[in-house]
């Protein structure tokens, strides 16, 4: 690293340390660094025409494999986690954009239930997955017992590895009964997450998208690390495997997330030369991102 890059790291780190999201201002230190944070390996976005016009022809590509999944009587299941400001909701949203709604669902769950806390752990999710013909998308998931719940106390480290055990025996279960399952981890570098809470803060027609457990997760960067590299390496599986998503770049990560999708789908008709090739740079296997320093800064 150079002496320059070294002192902008350094002026990140200390500006990090600072960091308060009320400021009215995002510090240029960490705004300078939020798209390489992480070690993402671009520095300028995509820009807008060549991304409106490769997410139009992957779009077409979508409807084909709705049209295979309707024909064929396939049943899909997409499960998006991340981290907070990661991107989920507007992928998720470019996506389903010009699929048949009854046919591609969009599943966000609240909080459970007093009730639903004393079923069994995936009993909630059970009612949403998909009948033949269909595509569900899980915006979260049951993840959030390896994850959410373990960083802010909502489950302990025996009920987290609990889970952990019978998550992969659960999506066994659901991909022998005919269901692809496709999981996506969306990660982001520090800066940029900062960056992009500091920004929903100060719009307020942005703000509603954070909760109180958003402000809290900015001072527990390293607490989430440790948990999305422990679900990472203990629930990826041949017939659930993760596909782990660098996400700096919006328009890159929604790109790349819908060209895996397709990727690993043989619906028919299929056009390979519009697929595309992953961009392997920001689109990891979980052994392949655990083995590159996972959520390491």
């Not at 350094?10 to 300078?32: H, N, R, Y």
């Not at 997409?78 to 046919?103: C, M, S, W, Y």
């Amino acid at each position: 690293m150079s002496n320059g890059k070294a002192t902008e790291r350094s002026k990140a780190a200390e500006a990090v340390k600072a960091f308060a999201i009320d400021a009215p201002d995002l510090p240029k230190a960490i705004d300078k660094a939020a798209l390489t944070s992480g070690g993402y390996p671009y520095d300028k976005k995509l820009k807008r025409k060549a991304y409106a016009k490769e997410l139009r022809r992957l779009q077409i590509e979508l409807l084909k494999l709705l049209d295979w999944v309707q024909n064929k009587g396939e049943r899909i299941v997409i499960v998006f986690e991340g981290r907070d400001a990661a991107g989920k909701g507007g992928t998720i949203a470019r996506l389903t954009q010009h699929l048949n709604p009854r046919k591609a669902h969009i599943v966000a769950l609240s909080k459970p239930t007093p009730r639903e806390q004393d079923e069994w752990y995936f009993q909630r999710y059970v009612p949403h997955m998909p009948a033949k013909g269909e595509i569900v998308v899980f915006d979260r998931s049951w993840y959030n017992r390896a994850v959410v719940e373990p960083v802010f106390g909502f489950a302990t480290e025996a009920q987290t590895q609990t889970f952990l055990d019978r998550v992969p025996e659960f999506e066994d279960m659901l991909a022998r009964d005919g269901i692809r399952i496709v999981k996506i981890f969306l990660t982001i570098g520090r800066e940029m997450q900062m960056k992009r809470l500091h920004a929903r803060h100060h719009d307020p027609l942005k703000r509603w998208k954070l909760s109180g457990l958003d402000y809290q997760a900015l001072d527990k960067w390293d607490d989430f690390s440790r948990a999305i590299e422990r679900m990472l390496a203990r629930s990826d599986s041949a017939p659930a495997p993760w596909t782990v998503v660098r996400a700096n770049d919006k328009r890159r990560t929604r790109i790349e997330v819908i060209r895996a999708l397709l990727d690993v789908t043989p619906y028919e008709g299929k056009d390979a030369g519009t697929v595309g090739a992953i961009d392997r740079k920001i689109v990891l296997s979980a052994a392949s991102f655990l083995g590159d320093g996972g959520e390491e800064e």
